[in-house]
């Protein structure tokens, strides 16, 4: 079984993977895969970020256990079983990646994205199974266990459209 774990970025994937990875779990973070494998088609450097061939990752990737967990916010684009797409209220996220130092336009354009559902659309528009968690206000073991527990089939509150930022969205107007 396959399971992506993606988000915006500033969400918590790599803090719940870490999560998991310690319980013992298999992950696979696709970034590193890219640039093992060449996938790297180009570096953006306005937005100081690589570009992925996520079509060639996604026909290239070999996973190297029965359960893996993939790591990126691309994940959902891969042939996963289950994409669990974790999210964060965007005035949240926008502290998350102002402490990472980001420049202003690149956190504008991912706060923005996680505010209109970009990642899960993406998700819902091509895999039968999607979830999402918040992680705003949760740890990261709480969130690996939100995880553990939709693979167990406890999937209640974890629909897509369970999280709403819309009113936070229209109080910016
Ligand atoms: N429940 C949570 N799950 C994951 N990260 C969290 C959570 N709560 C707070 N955080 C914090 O948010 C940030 C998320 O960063 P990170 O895990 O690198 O996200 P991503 O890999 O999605 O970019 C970290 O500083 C982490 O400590
Ligand atoms: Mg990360």
């Not at 890219?34 to 790297?40: D, K, L, S, Y």
Request: glycine fraction near 6%; include cysteine; hydrophobic fraction near 40%.
């Amino acid at each position: 079984m396959l399971i992506a774990i993606s988000g915006t970025p500033g969400t918590g994937k790599s803090s719940v993977c870490a999560a998991l990875s310690s319980r013992g779990y298999a992950v696979v973070d696709l970034d590193e895969v890219a640039r093992r494998e060449g996938f790297i088609v180009s570096r953006d450097a306005a937005r100081s970020t690589d570009e992925v061939d996520v079509e060639k990752l996604r026909k290239a990737l070999r996973v190297p256990a029965k359960i893996v967990f993939l790591k990126s916010h691309y994940s959902h684009l891969m042939d996963v079983d289950i994409a669990v797409i974790l999210r964060c209220r965007p005035t949240v996220l926008r502290s998350r990646l102002e402490a990472r130092g980001w420049p202003p336009a690149k956190i504008r354009e991912n706060v923005e994205a996680e505010a209109i559902d970009v990642i899960l659309q993406e998700a819902v528009a091509r895999l039968q199974s999607v979830f999402e968690v918040e992680t705003t206000d949760a740890t990261p073991e709480r969130t690996a266990g939100a995880v553990l527990a939709i693979l167990q089939g406890r999937t209640e509150g974890h629909e897509p459209g369970s999280v709403d930022w819309s009113h936070e969205v229209l109080s910016w107007y």
